[in-house]
């Protein structure tokens, strides 16, 4: 799981799962985007903003489009919630 409660640290968090998948922004924009063609430019200019902390993702930014590109779903987890997990 990956904590993005906190918009400063997404741009760096999106920049590790990329490369860890070793994709481009253009590469990841464009799964992301798959067919729309002005949704990949879009989201490769957004990935470059989020990534250098110009900006911070949105909903609006699609974020859940990279996320799943990357193969993650944005989950509601109760807060608090995560307190009680340990690890093994």
């Known amino acids: 799981?990956?904590?993005?409660s906190d918009p400063s640290t997404i741009g760096t968090k999106l920049r590790v799962?990329?490369?860890?998948e070793d994709l481009?922004?253009?590469e990841l924009a464009r799964k992301a985007a798959?067919?729309?063609v002005k949704l990949a430019?879009?989201?490769a200019h957004s990935l470059?903003?989020?990534?250098?902390?110009?900006?911070?993702?949105?909903f609006a930014g699609r974020i859940?489009?990279?996320?799943?590109?990357?193969g993650y779903q944005l989950a509601?987890?109760?807060l608090g919630s995560l307190d009680e997990v340990t690890p093994d």
Do not use: F, H, Q, Y
């Not at 470059?48 to 949105?58: A, D, V």
């Not at 859940?64 to 990357?70: E, H, I, P, Q, T």
């Open 76 to 78: 509601l987890i109760p």
């Open 17 to 20: 799962l990329r490369l860890i």
């Open 34 to 36: 798959g067919k729309d």
């Open 64 to 70: 859940d489009l990279v996320l799943a590109a990357l």
């Open 24 to 26: 481009s922004r253009p």
């Open 41 to 43: 430019e879009t989201l």
């Open 1 to 4: 799981m990956i904590d993005l």
């Open 48 to 58: 470059k903003n989020w990534e250098e902390g110009t900006t911070s993702p949105s």
